[in-house]
Nanobody, 124 residues
Framework: QVQLVESGGGLVQAGGSLRLSCAAS????????MGWFRQAPGKEREFVAR????????YYADSVTGRFTISRDRTKNMLYLEMDSLKSEDTAVYFC?????????????????WGQGTQVTVSS
């Protein structure tokens, strides 16, 4: 079992920054690929970023490339998403997710465990 708890969301002005955190439980966290997704009101959940189990590779959606950075601290069982140059279109609930069985891509189906989400609101 893996439990994921996001934090760090809030209200920020366009052009500002936020850092999201995801605390994970479970002894095998360090061996899982992890990802961030987001869901805006009235829209489907979409992929944001993914990081490999050893943090050697990261993969981003085109819409956030160059502005967002995914990272992890395996010793603390923590996942992060640094978000810079925020835009109003980044407003969404952000979810962290763990992939325990496959090397995941951008497909939600690749991920087995999900957090409850944290709200990010960017005012223009």
């Amino acid at each position: 079992q893996v439990q994921l708890v996001e934090s760090g969301g809030g209200l920020v002005q366009a052009g500002g920054s936020l850092r999201l955190s995801c605390a994970a439980s479970g002894r095998s966290f360090s061996s899982y690929y992890m990802g961030w997704f987001r869901q805006a009101p009235g829209k489907e959940r979409e992929f944001v970023a993914r990081i490999s189990w050893n943090a050697q590779t990261a993969y981003y959606a085109d819409s956030v490339t160059g502005r967002f950075t995914i990272s992890r601290d395996r010793t603390k069982n923590m996942l992060y998403l640094e978000m810079d140059s925020l835009k109003s279109e980044d407003t969404a609930v952000y979810f962290c997710a763990a992939a325990t069985a496959v090397v995941p891509g951008a497909d939600m189906a690749d991920y087995d465990y999900w957090g409850q989400g944290t709200q990010v609101t960017v005012s223009s």
